[in-house]
């Protein structure tokens, strides 16, 4: 089966840096769009940032500037390099992505687990 495993998330003070990574595992055949979601306590998921397979990339207004995410299709991984870290950025950040299975004839989406971000001094 297919997994996405995040990795990277922890505590930091506010301006601080976090690098998150998401591989993906298993029967892939192809991955297409790969993205990065968050969720605080009591809010709704929101989208953070969304990358296609040719490397085109939008953010949410709160974090351009600030967040980059990248990926290595090679390697089936994903990643969110946080810059300039605010209180406001706490949040569980789950992993994204569109995977169309070896078998498949059309990709579905998979989450991962989500890593927990906190900001704080």
């Known amino acids: 089966q297919v997994q996405l495993v995040e990795s990277g998330g922890g505590l930091v003070q506010p301006g601080g840096s976090l690098r998150l990574s998401c591989a993906a595992s298993?029967?892939?055949?192809?991955?297409?769009?790969m993205a990065w979601y968050r969720q605080a306590p009591g809010k709704q998921r929101e989208l953070v940032a969304h990358?296609?397979?040719?490397?085109?990339?939008n953010y949410a207004d709160s974090v351009k500037g600030r967040f980059t995410i990248s990926r290595d299709n090679a390697e089936n991984t994903v990643y969110l390099q946080m810059s300039s870290l605010k209180p406001e950025d706490t949040a569980v950040y789950y992993c994204?992505?569109?995977?169309?299975?070896?078998?498949?004839?059309?990709?579905?989406?998979?989450w991962g687990q989500g890593t927990q971000v906190t900001v704080a001094s």
């Open positions: 994204n992505a569109d995977v169309q299975r070896r078998w498949d004839m059309r990709a579905s989406a998979y």
């Open positions: 990358i296609t397979r040719r490397g085109t990339t």
């Open positions: 298993g029967p892939i055949s192809s991955i297409y769009n």
